[in-house]
């Protein structure tokens, strides 16, 4: 790891070309942040657009590409323990497509003096979302209803991938016993914090629909996002 920042966001791609160059040079105007980007061996030459970043900001910008199965959970699960080899304090995580606005970072690491994992909420002033289908928001609130229900849960968006974590609480969370991928993966994570005894909070964000490139949800993500819930509440040892 060549990245020696306070703070250090993980950001795992796939087929976001033209989205990760904007989006790495707005979390770089923030001070004392590092990007750590894990490129799960794009075909659009995404991998190539973040060498060439490394390499225009060599001291804030370090690069992770994955070879073997892909998968959103594999990605931030590899990128979470390279990240946890560096100094950094606070480790955050967030989608390359733009849907995350950087602008919130600030608040949710100083969020994180109060809290273990601070997560950028999009339910805590009704719906703050930008550009979704009716449908779309249906399903997303009924899901977090949903996990909320199975797992005891108490935040309003268990679902949201951004999120602020305070070193030593990723530090605790047992990486290799979280098996789910795709976007369970964030769920899992939120559930074994809660198991571990970690400090929960929130901070309004407005999320906005990706600009460019193609959604990765699937009906197999669906599925396992409906199973994984169950599985967590049911297994013994976390």
């Not at 075909?43 to 370090?62: I, K, Q």
């Not at 950094?88 to 919130?104: E, F, G, N, T, W």
């Not at 602020?164 to 074994?192: N, Q, T």
């Not at 970690?198 to 996002?225: A, D, M, W």
Request: net charge positive.
């Amino acid at each position: 790891m060549r990245i020696d920042t306070p703070i250090l966001v993980v950001i795992p791609t796939y087929n976001e070309h033209d989205n990760l160059p904007p989006l790495v040079r707005s979390v770089l105007a923030q001070a004392d942040y590092g990007v750590l980007i894990v490129d799960d061996d794009s075909p659009d030459g995404t991998g190539e657009v973040a060498d060439a970043l490394a390499r225009e900001f060599p001291n804030r910008v370090d690069v992770l590409h994955r070879k073997a199965r892909r998968g959103l959970g594999r990605s931030y699960a590899a990128g979470f323990a390279l990240a946890l080899e560096s100094h950094a304090r606070v480790i955050c995580q967030m989608d390359a497509d733009l849907s995350h606005d950087p602008k919130y970072l600030p608040e949710m690491v100083a969020a994180t003096s109060r809290y273990d994992v601070v997560i950028g909420s999009r339910y805590l002033r009704g719906v703050s979302v930008v550009n979704w289908p009716l449908r779309r928001i249906v399903l997303s609130a009924v899901a977090n209803r949903y996990i909320r229900f199975v797992t005891r849960l108490r935040a309003r968006d268990c679902t949201s991938g951004f999120r602020c974590w305070r070193r030593e609480a990723l530090a605790r969370l047992p990486l290799e016993k979280i098996i789910s991928d795709g976007y369970a993966f964030i769920v899992e994570m939120l559930f074994a914090a809660s198991r571990q005894g970690c400090r929960i909070g929130e901070v309004p964000i407005i999320f906005v629909e990706r600009r460019q490139g193609v959604s990765k949800l699937s009906t197999s993500v669906l599925f396992e996002s409906a199973m994984s819930p169950w599985r967590m509440r049911l297994r013994r040892r976390w």
